[in-house]
């Protein structure tokens, strides 16, 4: 069955270190997404692609930068992470543009 | 004032119980409307799609009113596995064209 993983599911790292959290898909969805969650704002848009090269900065893309080197792929990388990007990050694809989002497990990211 | 408002609840009430939610928009050009369902911990999955002339799935109904920005969801004869997250999802087609997510509304379903 078609699927979207993200790893690692859980993550601590320090202030100033590079992170990269990985998300692939299986449904050959040309349409990635990346979203944070945090109490009292839900899900904001970091980054997303709509194909291979193609990426596109969201609401919250401060800090955070992705790559499309191929379909299945979308690895998110906090250049150095912060207190501030502890959060639950969500990857997610989809086939057109606006239709219903599958989202992966998530990763609960903690920044001491 | 916020693209997407829902009111966070929580909502608490007995199984069997018929529960309303509402969901209000911001941009009149919204073109797509959706219903999520997230349970605690877990990613968010699709409920249901809204549609102009509202839409059913057994227990649930979607209704969309344009005139007024907002949509709502209405659960009849709630079950103990109804309890979860439900997030309006608001799609915008136009030159800014995204989904923005509400923060939710917490459904708790007793005895």
């Known amino acids: 069955d078609a699927e979207i993983t993200q790893s690692p599911r859980h993550k601590i790292t320090e202030t100033g270190r590079q992170v990269t959290l990985a998300c692939h898909q299986t449904?050959?969805?040309?349409?990635m997404f990346w979203y944070r969650q945090d109490l009292g704002h839900g899900l904001r848009l970091i980054h997303y692609?709509?194909?291979?090269?193609?990426?596109n900065k969201g609401e919250v893309s401060d800090g955070y930068s992705v790559s499309r080197s191929n379909t299945e792929d979308l690895p998110l990388t906090l250049e150095s992470a912060a207190s501030s990007q502890t959060s639950v990050y969500f990857c997610?694809?989809?086939?057109?543009?606006?239709?219903?989002?599958?989202f992966g497990p998530g990763t609960r990211l903690t920044v001491l | 004032r916020k693209e997407v408002e829902q009111d966070p609840g929580p909502f608490n009430v007995p199984e069997g119980a018929t529960v309303a939610f509402n969901c209000t928009y911001s941009?009149?050009?919204?073109?797509?409307f959706f219903w999520y369902r997230q349970d605690c911990r877990k990613e968010p999955k699709l409920l249901m799609s809204v549609y102009s002339s509202g839409n059913e799935d057994g227990r649930f109904t979607a209704q969309l009113n344009r005139a007024s920005q907002y949509i709502s969801l209405l659960i009849r004869d709630s079950k103990l596995s109804d309890s979860a997250t439900y997030l309006c999802v608001v799609v915008d087609t136009g030159t800014a064209s995204k989904l923005t997510f509400g923060t939710g509304t917490r459904l708790q379903v007793t005895l």
């Open positions: 692609s709509y194909g291979v090269q193609d990426t």
């Open positions: 997610a694809s989809s086939h057109g543009r606006f239709d219903e989002q599958f």
């Open positions: 449904w050959n969805h040309n349409n």
């Open positions: 941009n009149s050009a919204s073109q797509s």
